[in-house]
C-alpha cells in the first residue's frame, strides 16, 4: 500500500561552509527518501539552512557583510552541495524566507493564545556556538572562562525575555517516549533523553533582545524569536504550515528527524512539546547520528582539518564517498574519516567484490551468448542457496533501512555478492563453455539475477552508478524498483558491451 513518508535534515548554519559531517546526514536522508521511492511510497525529502540568530549575524559581521546578503551567499553553497551530492530532496528551505517567517508567527500566535507562553526576565549562561542555553550545573571552568559540555564557551546573559511554558509538559514528554519506543533512537540517545528529561525541565527563554536578526515576535518587535523555535518550525512551513488544508500537509508528522547527537535534545524534547503545546501532532521518529572526527582529531574550522566533500567526491567520486560514509561506521556511533579507509572500501568492496563480479558475468554473457542474456533457467544445486539469499534480501534491507541501520543493509546486499564471487569460482562458467552449454547459461543467467537484485537494492545508496549497471543488465528504466525484482527479463535481451564501474585508488595515493 502506498504511504506518504516525510525525512528531513537538519537545517544547517550559515556562519560556514558545509563540511563532511553536513554531506553525511544529507546523504542519509537521501538514502530514506530513495528507498521509500523504491518501494512505492509518497515521498517528501526536505533540506535547507537555518539563517538567523546570533551566530549567523557574528559571522556576517566578521565578514563585514550585511546578514542577508551573507546569508545568500553560504546558503547558496549547501544548496550547491545538494546537486553535488546527489540529494533527491523535493524542497530547500531557508529560514530568511517569507513562508517560513509566516509559519513561526503563525505558531507563536497559537501558542500565545493558549496560554503556553509568558514575558519575564531571563537571567543564566548562554552559548552562542551552540545557541543554547546550560544550567550553572553542566558547565566546567577553565582559566576563568566557563565552557558547555560541547566545549562551547557560555556568557551571562540578562534580559527580558518570552518563555514557554516547558515544566509543565514534563511528565507528559516521559509518558510519550514511553508510549512510543521508537520516538528516540538509538538507544544510548534515548536514554540520554529520558534521563535529562526526569532531571526536570525549566521554562524555556524563546526570545532575545540583544541582537535583531531573527524572526520578531508578533506584537513586541523588540524581541526576536529564540533561534532554535524558529529553527525547529522549519519542518512545518515546508508541510505548508499554518495551512492545514495544504497538499502537503498530509506529509505531516514526519516519518523521521535525522540530525547529529549534538542537537537531539531541541528534536526530542523541545520540538514535541512546542507541538503538542499547539495542538499539533509530534514527529514519529527522531534518530541521532554519531560524530565523525578526522584521522583522530575533531573537526573544526580553527583546527583547519573540515573536510571539504566537494573535493571528496572529485577525489574518489561521488557513489564510493556515498557508499563510504554509509558503510564504515554503524549509524548512531560515532566514527574516523580516513582517506585511507575510504580507498580501501572503495577498492576492496565496490572495485573488487561489486565491480568484478558485474565485469566477469557481463564480459562473459558478451563474448560467450553473443550479448543476449540467457533465459530463465531453474535453480540445481549450488544455484539454490544463492538464489533463496538473493531472493531474500530486499526484504532484509528495507527492515535495516526502516531502523536507519544503513550498515547492515549495505552488508545484506554484499553477503550476495561475495556469494555470487564464490558461485562463479566455483561454478567456473568459462570452463562450462565447452563442456555443457546450457548449464553454462544457466549459471550466467543467476549471476545476472544476483547483479539485478543488488543493483536494485543498491540505487539509494550509490544512484549513479546502479543506473550504469542496470543499463548494462538490459533492465529498463520502468523495472528498476523493488516490486519489478518479481518479473524476470525476457531470454535474449541485447546486452550492451560492459565497462567498469569503479575506479581503483592507489592506497599510498589516497
Ligand atoms: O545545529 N559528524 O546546524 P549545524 C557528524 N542549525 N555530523 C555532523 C558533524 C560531524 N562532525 N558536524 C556536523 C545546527 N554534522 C542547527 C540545526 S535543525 C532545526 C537546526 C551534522 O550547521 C549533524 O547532522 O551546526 C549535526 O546535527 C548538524 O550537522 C549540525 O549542523
Not at 546526514?25 to 511510497?41: K, M
Request: glycine share 6%.
Amino acid at each position: 500500500m502506498t504511504e506518504t513518508r516525510y525525512v528531513t535534515t537538519p537545517i544547517y548554519y550559515v556562519n560556514d561552509k558545509p563540511h563532511v559531517g553536513h554531506a553525511y546526514t544529507s546523504v542519509a536522508a537521501d538514502v530514506l527518501a530513495r528507498w521509500w521511492r523504491l518501494q512505492g511510497h509518497e515521498v517528501f525529502f526536505l533540506t535547507g539552512t537555518d539563517e538567523h540568530g546570533q551566530k549567523v549575524e557574528k559571522a556576517a559581521r566578521d565578514a563585514g557583510m550585511d546578514p542577508q546578503a551573507f546569508t545568500d551567499q553560504v546558503s547558496q553553497h549547501f544548496r550547491d552541495l545538494t546537486a553535488t551530492l546527489g540529494l533527491s530532496n523535493d524542497d530547500f528551505i531557508r529560514t530568511t524566507e517569507a513562508r517560513h517567517k509566516a509559519a513561526c508567527t503563525a505558531l507563536w500566535q497559537e501558542l500565545a493564545k493558549r496560554d503556553e507562553i509568558y514575558l519575564g526576565h531571563y537571567e543564566g549562561w548562554y552559548a552562542v556556538r551552540d545557541e543554547a542555553f546550560y544550567g550553572p550545573d553542566e558547565l566546567t571552568e577553565r582559566d576563568g572562562v566557563k565552557y558547555a559540555p560541547s566545549g562551547a564557551p557560555v556568557e551571562w546573559v540578562r534580559e527580558p525575555s518570552y518563555f514557554f511554558r516547558l515544566s509543565k509538559w514534563q511528565d507528559w514528554l516521559l509518558d510519550y517516549y514511553n508510549k512510543k519506543i521508537e520516538f528516540i533512537a538509538p538507544e544510548s540517545r534515548r536514554n540520554e533523553v529520558i534521563s535529562f528529561v526526569k532531571s526536570g525541565l525549566q521554562d524555556l527563554s524563546i526570545s532575545r533582545t540583544s541582537f535583531r536578526w531573527g524572526v520578531p515576535v508578533p506584537g513586541d518587535p523588540a524581541h526576536v524569536m529564540y533561534v532554535w523555535l524558529d529553527a525547529l518550525t522549519n519542518y512545518i512551513t515546508a508541510a505548508g504550515y499554518p495551512d492545514t488544508k495544504a497538499e502537503r500537509w498530509t506529509f505531516w508528522p514526519a516519518s523521521v528527524h535525522l540530525v547529529g547527537k549534538d542537537i537531539v535534545r531541541f528534536h526530542a524534547i523541545y520540538w514535541p512539546a512546542f507541538l503538542e503545546a499547539a495542538g499539533l501532532e509530534p514527529p514519529k521518529r527522531v534518530f541521532a547520528h554519531g560524530w565523525w572526527t578526522i584521522e583522530g582529531q575533531k573537526m573544526s574550522k580553527s583546527l583547519g582539518n573540515a573536510i571539504d566533500p566537494v573535493a571528496l567526491v572529485a577525489d574518489y567520486g561521488l557513489d564510493p564517498l556515498r557508499y563510504f560514509l554509509l558503510r564504515e561506521v554503524p549509524f548512531g556511533a560515532d566514527g574516523d574519516f580516513s582517506r585511507k579507509a575510504l580507498a580501501n572500501r572503495l577498492n576492496g568492496e565496490l572495485a573488487d567484490a561489486l565491480g568484478n563480479l558485474a565485469n566477469r558475468t557481463l564480459s562473459l554473457i558478451q563474448r560467450n551468448c553473443e550479448g543476449k542474456l540467457p533465459a530463465p533457467a531453474a535453480a540445481i544445486g549450488d544455484d539454490v542457496a544463492l538464489l533463496d539469499a538473493l531472493a531474500a534480501m530486499p526484504g532484509l534491507v528495507g527492515q535495516h533501512v526502516e531502523d536507519q541501520a544503513f550498515h547492515l543493509a549495505l552488508e545484506e546486499v554484499f553477503r550476495v555478492v561475495r556469494a555470487a564471487n564464490g558461485y562463479i569460482t566455483a561454478q567456473a562458467p568459462w570452463a562450462l563453455k565447452k563442456t555443457d552449454l546450457a548449464r553454462m547459461e544457466a549459471v550466467l543467467r543467476h549471476l545476472h539475477s544476483v547483479l539485478r537484485g543488488a543493483a536494485t537494492a543498491l540505487q539509494p545508496f550509490m544512484p549513479g552508478t546502479m543506473a550504469a549497471l542496470l543499463d548494462q543488465l538490459g533492465v529498463p528504466a520502468d523495472a528498476r524498483d523493488l516490486a519489478a525484482l518479481a518479473t524476470p527479463l525476457p531470454g535474449g535481451t541485447a546486452l550492451p558491451p560492459p565497462s567498469p564501474l569503479f575506479r581503483k585508488i592507489e592506497i599510498e595515493a589516497a
